[in-house]
């Protein structure tokens, strides 16, 4: 282990963007799988799974998605996956994360969203009792399922109104889905005091963040990398401190850029566009928020100090309060102080 790789398995983080069912580990979306063997594609064999997850491209990756997302039929299941995934983060030495979550696929499929809402907040209860690590929610409407889904999703948020829930999302493929349509639902979550958080710019070009930025009040963008295309965007991105939530790895898989070393972090970082670095979904692109910090590490030519203010950006971004982002703050600070 190299002394930057050992200084980030130690470095307590926040992890702004990742997904509920993306996270679910191979372990866990075998068990699943097995449980409904005949009735899914889904491999029961964790080993298969490798290859099941390997995309062509960011629809295939929606439809591998989809199918494990279809594993999840009742509440335990909920809990469950909810539970072991702040397990893996806390491994990580993970303290906050904002989970996306997609109430409206769970409901669909015959949950009940007070169960669905029951189900996370005992996970949340159980993973800051039993692993010391703090979750929220953003109640995410899967894009490809249309008006219908905002709806619903809004519909959730506003009655159910679990005490883990910070924010409201739009996520799922960006081609063909327009962000402006989706106004109505943001403008209601907004007055309700939910954070905007849409993905945008991660499959398309610089005009779907300026649709999220305009027509949805976005207070972060989930992935937002191809700002980097537009020197005018890039510049009101940091004027205005809209943070990118960035998944180096995530955009490798899916196919948004074709290496690695032409990922475009560096002009944002350049550019003053505020960052984060995230996950994503990490078992399916066989990496962890540990990898992802690592790589932003290389991408950005960092040391351990530009490691820790990674860290430290993560919290300042977060929708945590004043108190919890002071806390961890100083554990970060305190770390990088008296590391090795």
């Known amino acids: 282990m190299t002394d930057l790789t050992s200084f980030i398995a130690g ?27 005949g009735s899914s ?51 990580q030495q993970v303290r906050y994360a904002e989970l996306t979550v997609t109430p409206y696929s769970s409901v669909r499929r015959g949950i009940p969203a007070p169960a669905f809402c029951e189900a996370i907040e005992d996970a949340r209860a159980g993973a800051r009792r039993d692993f ?19 709806e619903e999703t809004l519909r959730i948020a506003l009655e159910q109104r679990p005490d883990g829930l910070v924010s409201f999302g ?37 005009e779907t963040i300026w649709d999220a930025i305009r027509e ?32 180096p790895t995530s955009n490798l898989r899916t196919r948004a850029v074709a290496d690695l070393a032409e990922h475009p972090i560096g002009r944002l970082v350049a550019a003053g566009v505020p960052i984060s670095v995230n996950s994503d979904d990490p078992p ?14 290389g991408l950005l030519g960092l040391d351990t100090a530009g490691v820790a203010e990674l860290a430290r950006d993560a919290v300042r971004h977060s929708f945590r309060s004043d108190a ?13 102080e008296n590391y090795g």
Not at 55 to 66: G, K, N, P, R
Not at 220 to 238: K, N
Not at 285 to 294: D, I, K, N, R
Request: charged share 25%; with cysteine; proline share 7%.
């Open 11 to 37: 470095l307590p983080k926040a992890e702004l963007h990742v997904h509920h069912v993306g996270s679910a580990s191979p372990r866990i979306v075998a068990e699943l799988a097995a449980r409904h063997e």
């Open 41 to 91: 594609p889904v491999p029961t064999d964790p080993a298969a799974l490798e290859k099941y997850f390997e995309f062509h491209d960011f629809a295939h990756f929606i439809e591998v998605y989809l199918s494990v997302v279809d594993l999840i039929r009742d509440a335990e299941d909920i809990r469950l996956l909810t539970y072991e995934i702040a397990r893996e983060l806390s491994r």
């Open 132 to 150: 010391g690590l703090e979750l929220a929610w953003c109640f995410d409407i899967p894009g490809e399922a249309g008006l219908p889904s905002a």
């Open 170 to 206: 739009l996520g799922g493929p960006e081609i063909g889905v327009p962000r402006p349509q989706f106004k109505p639902y943001f403008d209601k979550a907004r007055a309700a005091g939910l954070h905007s958080v849409p993905h945008a710019g991660e499959t398309t070009g610089p």
């Open 216 to 247: 949805l009040g976005a207070e972060r963008i989930g992935h937002g990398i191809a700002a980097a295309q537009d020197e005018r965007l890039m510049a009101y991105l940091a004027e205005h401190q809209i943070p990118l939530e960035v998944c």
């Open 284 to 297: 399916m692109f066989g990496t962890t928020l540990e990898q992802e910090y690592a790589v932003a590490a």
């Open 324 to 336: 919890g982002k002071a806390e961890l703050l100083a554990e970060i600070d305190a770390y990088h």
